[in-house]
């Protein structure tokens, strides 16, 4: 194409309109925000008025667990650690083990006193009836010295014998009585020695004793074995060193109970006017973003948090002030959680609060 000098000119459709087409676009277009913005103020309105009240929220809320403090039962020292810290076990396992040996010596003691009670017993059973022939011999005695005793109160009559000898058959008469009353005393002695036992067993005392004595060592060294008392998560293993004394009684590790997790939500007192046992709650974690949970209010606190701490405040002054109290609210866990539930982790706990309402 011949060039003919003259520049090349394009139009641009929008650049083409009017000033009379734009106005009647900018009118509606300011129409429409005027009418929106009341719109999206009402609607706000009515969602905070629909929604007022409703929720109880706080962020003062963390997971507890239940937390076992084992103690060994009897002291020692520890010979065997089964476990590390944050190991899950099992109801049953090994968590430490303390010398068995001087519980063994002592059960074998119990076992030789169990044996010299039973020897102690067959002898007071042998006594026994050695006493008893002593009563036989005693009352035989007795017969006879009553026959010639009898003999010579006749002959005394007469004037055939002496009066000593009617009083030595008088004394003979005394002396077999005596003995039959130390043999009487004896059998007595010797069958409370045997039969004292519980009337139930009919087992002798000495003998329910020492099995007593042997059931207490046996039980001794059976606990110088520690188990778990129940499932959960082994910690603060740091005191279990082989070769330290582990004292009876004295915590030697915590077992949390993994399977017991619930929320501790510390609401305030102004919170609790509609709350009640069973609302819904949806459950927030500071250290798992984005997840939400699904619980319960399980049970509402019998006192505020400062009622029941160590040092309780003290009203009864001049420099009184007063403090919104907080009141532990227990939050009951729904299901399972996708993540581990770790004794101390903060949350938001949200209760609807208009639910189960009369």
Do not use: C
Not at 88 to 113: C, N, S
Not at 269 to 287: K, N, R, S, W
């Amino acid at each position: 194409m011949a060039d003919s000098g003259e520049p090349l000119v394009f139009e641009d459709a929008a650049a083409a309109a009017t000033p009379e087409d734009v106005k009647p676009r900018r009118r509606w277009m300011r129409l429409a925000l005027m009418l929106s913005v009341p719109l999206l103020i009402a609607a706000g309105a009515g969602y905070m008025w629909l929604t007022s009240g409703r929720y109880a929220s706080t962020d003062n809320a963390y997971v507890q667990q239940d937390v076992v403090s084992v103690s060994p039962d009897v002291s020692g020292r520890l010979v065997d650690v089964k476990v590390r810290e944050n190991q899950r076990v099992k109801a049953g396992d090994v968590l430490f083990v303390i010398d068995p040996e001087p519980y063994r010596i002592a059960l074998a003691q119990a076992e030789a006193a169990l044996a010299n009670a039973r020897v102690q017993v067959s002898t007071m059973s042998t006594d026994m009836g050695g006493a008893a022939a002593d009563i036989a011999s005693a009352r035989a005695d007795i017969q006879l010295a009553q026959a010639s005793y009898d003999r010579q109160a006749a002959l005394m009559q007469r004037g055939f014998t002496t009066r000593a000898s009617y009083d030595a058959a008088l004394q003979q008469v005394a002396a077999a009585k005596a003995k039959l009353g130390t043999a009487q005393a004896d059998a007595a002695r010797a069958r409370a020695q045997i039969g004292s036992g519980s009337a139930a067993s009919g087992t002798p005392a000495a003998i329910q004793a020492a099995l007593a004595q042997r059931a207490k060592a046996a039980l001794d060294l059976e606990r110088t074995v520690v188990r778990a008392p129940a499932d959960g998560i082994v910690s603060q293993t740091s005191r279990l060193q082989v070769g330290t004394i582990a004292p009876s009684g004295v915590p030697a590790l915590s077992l949390v109970i993994s399977d017991r997790a619930w929320i501790e939500a510390n609401y305030k007192e102004t919170d609790l006017d509609h709350m009640a046992v069973g609302q819904p709650a949806e459950i927030a974690f500071d250290a798992y973003p984005g997840l939400k949970i699904k619980g319960h209010v399980a049970s509402i606190g019998a006192g505020t948090g400062s009622e029941f701490s160590v040092l309780p405040a003290q009203n009864a002054n001049g420099n009184w002030v007063k403090v919104t109290q907080r009141v532990p609210v227990r939050i009951a866990i729904d299901g399972t959680p996708s993540r581990p539930m770790i004794a101390g982790l903060s949350a938001d706990v949200s209760v609807d609060t208009r639910s189960g309402r009369d």
